[in-house]
T-cell receptor, first 113, second 112 residues
Framework: SQTIHQWPATLVQPVGSPLSLECTVE??????LYWYRQAAGRGLQLLFY??????ISSEVPQNLSASRPQDRQFILSSKKLLLSDSGFYLC????????????FGNGTRLTVT | SQQGEEDPQALSIQEGENATMNCSYK?????LQWYRQNSGRGLVHLIL?????REKHSGRLRVTLDTSKKSSSLLITASRAADTASYFC????????????FGQGTRLTINP
């Protein structure tokens, strides 16, 4: 069966520090991968998605970047965090079949202080 | 930009009652999906309805889709305390990868 791992679960980082969040998927090949951010009590904002290794599409211009160095690995990064980067970050994957549902990780709660 | 808008934003009912949540969207879609999120956790897929379908059932869940009105509803029958969660609709558009655009969600509280 397929599983998605996302870590860390919580993170407190000072303003100006770098960020690296990692997500890996097991049990499937060539998944579509996604990074979403959720502000407190709000909906999800799509940040990045990827259909293959090295292929990254950015949805919202911002202080973050994403990379996909391996088929089932998706990394969210920042060189210098801003206070506004605080939020709940969710990684997700879908299969390539039409109308495949999203499968989410348990998220990382990032607090920038 | 947000595509789906859920209504109401919050709903509180007694255990055993039915809960109905609505979702409206703006553009043409390929499918509409409903997800559930327990506090502090990731989202869990509940049900997907394709644009050519009008109604779908899964256990105590019933979803309807009206593409002419660009709206959908999620009905949870015989609610339980464990149904307490936030519920999100998401619309699917195909642009190289399936991109789901989520609404703001409905926070459902089931009182015992």
């Amino acid at each position: 069966s397929q599983t998605i791992h996302q870590w860390p679960a919580t993170l407190v980082q000072p303003v100006g520090s770098p960020l690296s969040l990692e997500c890996t998927v097991e049990g499937t090949s060539n998944p579509n991968l996604y990074w979403y951010r959720q502000a407190a009590g709000r909906g999800l904002q799509l940040l990045f998605y990827s259909v293959g290794i090295g292929q990254i599409s950015s949805e919202v211009p911002q202080n973050l970047s994403a990379s996909r160095p391996q088929d089932r690995q998706f990394i969210l990064s920042s060189k210098k965090l801003l206070l506004s980067d605080s939020g709940f970050y969710l990684c997700a994957w879908t299969g390539t079949a039409f109308n495949s549902p999203l499968h989410f990780g348990n998220g990382t709660r990032l607090t920038v202080t | 930009s947000q595509q789906g808008e859920e209504d109401p934003q919050a709903l509180s009912i007694q255990e055993g009652e039915n809960a109905t949540m609505n979702c409206s969207y703006k553009t043409s879609i390929n499918n509409l999906q409903w997800y559930r999120q327990n506090s502090g956790r990731g989202l869990v897929h509940l049900i997907l309805i394709r644009s050519n379908e009008r109604e779908k059932h899964s256990g105590r869940l019933r979803v309807t889709l009206d593409t002419s009105k660009k709206s959908s509803s999620l009905l949870i029958t015989a609610s339980r305390a464990a149904d307490t969660a936030s519920y999100f609709c998401a619309t699917g558009q195909i642009q190289g990868a399936q991109k789901l655009v989520f609404g703001q969600g409905t926070r459902l509280t089931i009182n015992p």
